[in-house]
């Protein structure tokens, strides 16, 4: 069973509450919309919210991919060194 890292376990608990703040913000606007009377500040701070963790998750994403192209990357410079080494070494 693979083990999961302190960095890989941060990643999902920010990406579950990023998705949960989307879901909020959307309920908010929902319910904005519907009330007769909005607070135009609550209307603009449910916006605010949802763009903040949408924003955030996008980054999230892209840290992600990032991380797994770099962990690739060095897999493949540490196999092209072996190789090198043993290639010269003999």
Do not use: C, Q, W
Request: aromatic share 14%.
């Amino acid at each position: 069973m693979k083990e999961i890292t302190n960095e890989e376990m941060f990643i999902e608990v920010v990406a579950r509450v990023n998705k949960y703040l989307i879901i909020m913000g959307i309920f908010f606007l929902i319910y904005f919309l519907l009330k007769p009377k909005v607070d135009i500040f609550l209307f603009l701070l449910a916006l605010l919210t949802m763009a903040y963790a949408l924003l955030s998750y996008k980054h999230l994403e892209i840290t992600n991919r990032l991380a797994v192209e770099f962990r690739r990357s060095k897999t493949a410079l540490k196999d092209a060194t072996i190789e090198a080494h043993e290639r010269y070494s003999a």
